[in-house]
Structures are given as C-alpha cells and as structure tokens.
C-alpha cells in the first residue's frame, strides 16, 4: 500500500520528477526567512519587500488552484507567503504610524 501511494506520487504530474514540485519546494525558503525575520525590530523591515511577498502569495495561491493539474504544494507555499507578509506588514505599520501615538499619550 506504501509502495503504491509514493508510486502515485512519483508519477503526479506535479510530482517529484517535475520542476512543478520543485520550485514551489524551494520557494518555502523565503516564507521561512520571512518567519526568521519576526524576532528582526520593525523598523528594520521593508515596505517593499513585504508587499511583494503579500503579493506573490496572494496571486500566486489563486493561480495555483485554477492550473492544471492542481498544485497542492504551490498553494501551500503561497498561503504561508501571503500569511508571513501581512504579519510583517501589520508589524511595519503599526511600529510606523501607531507606536509615536502611543507614547505621545504616555507622556500626558
């Protein structure tokens, strides 16, 4: 039975065999870089950088979900890619717009 279900695998046209399994592979190395940059202070962070990982797994998930054949490991890729950048992006933002407001108010 184990044998059968890494066979199927093997021969997934999203498979091993195939740059489809891949490339989504070696792209969770950026959402695990973007997870190492949480303990990185927020004003360290790039707007940028941050919405272009945001975008990338926002369009990138939709995209892998209507393709032939359907790519498990891309959307999942992308979901952890537009999760881990909107996270940094919250972080951006409030460390930009919020924090002077907040100690402006424990000064009074």
Same mark, same amino acid.
């Given at each position: 039975?184990?044998?059968s279900?890494?066979?199927?695998?093997?021969?997934?046209?999203?498979?091993?065999?195939?740059?489809?399994?891949?490339?989504?592979?070696?792209? @969770?190395?950026?959402?695990?870089? #973007? +997870? *190492?940059?949480?303990?990185?202070?927020?004003?360290? /962070?790039?707007?940028?950088?941050?919405?272009?990982?945001?975008?990338?797994?926002?369009?990138?998930?939709?995209?892998?979900?209507?393709?032939?054949?359907?790519? @498990?490991?891309?959307?999942?890729? #992308? +979901? *952890?890619?537009?999760?881990?950048g909107?996270?940094? /992006?919250?972080?951006?933002?409030?460390?930009?717009?919020?924090?002077?407001?907040?100690?402006?108010?424990a000064?009074?």
């Amino acid at each position: 039975m184990a044998t059968s279900k890494l066979q199927a695998l093997w021969n997934h046209p999203a498979g091993p065999k195939t740059i489809h399994f891949w490339a989504p592979t070696f792209k @969770w190395g950026i959402s695990i870089a #973007n +997870i *190492a940059d949480f303990s990185k202070p927020p004003e360290k /962070l790039s707007y940028p950088q941050q919405i272009a990982v945001t975008a990338t797994g926002v369009i990138w998930s939709r995209y892998s979900t209507v393709i032939t054949p359907k790519n @498990w490991n891309l959307f999942s890729v #992308n +979901i *952890a890619m537009a999760g881990t950048g909107i996270y940094q /992006l919250t972080r951006k933002i409030r460390h930009d717009y919020f924090s002077e407001e907040e100690t402006a108010v424990a000064k009074e």
